[in-house]
């Protein structure tokens, strides 16, 4: 074993200590760099490191690679990049900014947003061209009516990757939501979205001598010298804890805390961690644990990447969207909100209407034009009879019997019916402008708002029970545009680095768009190694 240079303190200022005390820490292995967690951002910040000649180990606590990140559809939004040119959309980092600025405004630094934003362009080239990621722009619009926003979006996705291109690999690669939280049979054939960024980056880590990789070992603490610099990580597998020493600095880009049911209950007010689409193992709030150690500087622990989700038997929620038909009501029985507004400001609305005290009971009620299915995108997709079991969907034959099988205020529940039947009729949604937008359209394939309203009609009617869910925390250490994370002082703690879900976003409160918590999360990375290779990006070209 080796010895870092210099003492090293493991800083603990819970109230179980009353002091920080210094203890030289014998060192198991010494990196120039160490990066915790292995989502998207985490494999590509240690991808750029090994890059650069840095020698780096990535460490995972649980037996897989991807974190929540594996789970996700794969976007990657970073305007005026050279994918988007030579796919045939006219876009630049400046109209990019222009649409960003109108929808984050000044919620966060603006020097902060333009290192983002300016080095968007340049994180797609690395993976091009340096770590041979080929990828292709997909339609997927923008989510605000802003200046500078593009109606087909702006964001680009991974090749799906094929068995025989992973190997043996392939079962260190976490398996898709269908898989890892509702049982069903696993496909090996193909790798697509979140999995086949994580499958194709652990692949180029693979290839570079400089790279280590550590499955079910978990960060514990961060280390710190005489001087305050984060110096190592402790860490924790089946053979025990060690110490990994970090020349250069350490990157944690572990998550977030959505399933630490304590921690959403003391800052979002949430009733349980299960409806979160993410493995139980992963987003437990482990960064921010140990970025309070160190006296790290917080924000936007408020906020989630929200959504609504299908609520199943076993306790999970599924991401659902893309409504095709039907309504959502409150517990109250009543219609709040445009049913094909984006997702995360979908889920905004139902946390207002939880905060306002109509429950975290929503209903999705629906009629049988499409031969009793599921109207709407749910991977996996609801069971019928599964879920009427549970009293999870409900079938009935009249509003009336349909609000006493589900609890809803029957006068309420059907007028919230017949007015948007109205609408329906009218083409024309008064109340909330369902399918005035670009992206309502969209999942619909409509072209004009009257296509969107289809009336809830018949002799058999459904409910569906609805919960709030996220596709994660947003909120973590507040950072610098190299990436570093602040103090409580302001003043960065050298050594110290995060990315994606484990920093505060540079989105703020907004989701501006499909792709911007991997697109940020990449480039902050990509920022942070630079800065810990003593090579610096400009924030302005």
Request: hydrophobic share 40%; proline share 6%; charged share 25%.
């Amino acid at each position: 074993m080796t010895r870092l240079g210099v003492p090293v303190v493991a800083q603990d200022n819970t109230a179980e200590k009353s002091a920080d005390t210094a203890t030289d820490h014998a060192v198991d292995a010494e990196f120039d760099v160490v990066v915790v967690g292995s989502g998207i951002a985490a494999l590509f910040g240690a991808a750029a490191a090994a890059s650069r000649g840095l020698t780096t180990c990535l460490v995972e606590k649980t037996d897989r690679f991807g974190g929540t990140s594996a789970y996700s559809g794969g976007g990657v939004w970073l305007p005026g990049n050279a994918v988007l040119a030579r796919d045939g959309l006219e876009d630049s980092v400046e109209e990019g900014r222009t649409y960003f600025r109108a929808v984050v405004g000044d919620r966060t630094d603006q020097e902060l947003q333009d290192a983002f934003l300016n080095t968007g362009p340049q994180v797609v080239d690395f993976l091009q061209e340096e770590l041979g990621i080929q990828t292709r722009f997909q339609a997927f619009p923008d989510y605000f009516a802003a200046p500078g926003r593009q109606e087909v979006g702006r964001s680009i996705y991974p090749k799906p990757v094929k068995a025989g291109e992973i190997g043996a690999r392939a079962s260190d690669i976490r398996s898709a939501v269908p898989v890892d939280l509702f049982g069903a049979a696993e496909d090996p054939s193909r790798l697509e979205g979140g999995r086949a960024w994580v499958a194709r980056l652990v692949l180029a880590l693979d290839g570079k001598e400089n790279a280590e990789l550590r499955l079910g070992t978990a960060a514990e603490k961060l280390l710190r010298d005489d001087d305050g610099r984060v110096v190592g990580v402790v860490v924790s597998d089946e053979s025990g804890r060690h110490v990994l020493g970090a020349r250069r600095g350490v990157l944690v880009a572990a998550g977030g805390f959505e399933r630490s049911a304590e921690l959403r209950a003391r800052w979002q007010q949430m009733p349980t961690a299960d409806w979160s689409a993410s493995h139980p193992d992963t987003g437990s709030g482990d960064a921010i644990r140990m970025f309070e150690e160190v006296d790290a500087k917080f924000d936007l622990l408020d906020q989630s990447w929200w959504c609504p989700a299908t609520l199943f038997p076993n306790g999970h929620a599924a991401f659902t969207l893309g409504f095709r038909s039907g309504i959502i009501v409150d517990g109250t029985g009543r219609r709040f909100a445009n049913e094909l507004l984006p997702y995360d400001q979908m889920g905004r609305q139902m946390h207002a209407r939880m905060a306002a005290g109509a429950g975290d009971e929503f209903w999705f009620v629906f009629d049988d034009s499409e031969a009793g299915g599921f109207p709407a995108i749910c991977v996996p997709a609801p069971d019928h009879a599964q879920l009427r079991e549970v009293g999870l969907w409900h079938t009935a034959e009249s509003i009336g019997e349909l609000a006493a099988a589900t609890g809803l205020d029957p006068t309420a529940l059907g007028e919230s019916v017949e007015r948007f039947n109205g609408f329906a009729e009218q083409g024309r949604d008064a109340d909330f402008g369902r399918g005035e937008d670009p992206y309502g359209r969209f999942f619909l394939g409509a072209s004009t708002p009257g296509e969107c309203l289809r009336p809830v009609t018949g002799t058999r009617l459904h409910a569906v029970r609805l919960v709030i869910g996220d596709l994660g925390t947003k909120g973590g250490a507040v950072i610098n545009p190299d990436g570093a994370v602040l103090g409580t002082d302001g003043a960065p703690i050298p050594g110290l680095y995060a990315a994606g879900n484990s920093s505060a976003s540079v989105s703020g409160e907004a989701y501006p768009g499909p792709g911007v918590p991997l697109g940020s999360g990449m480039t902050m990375a990509y920022r942070a190694v630079a800065d810990m290779a003593g090579e610096p990006l400009p924030i302005h070209p």
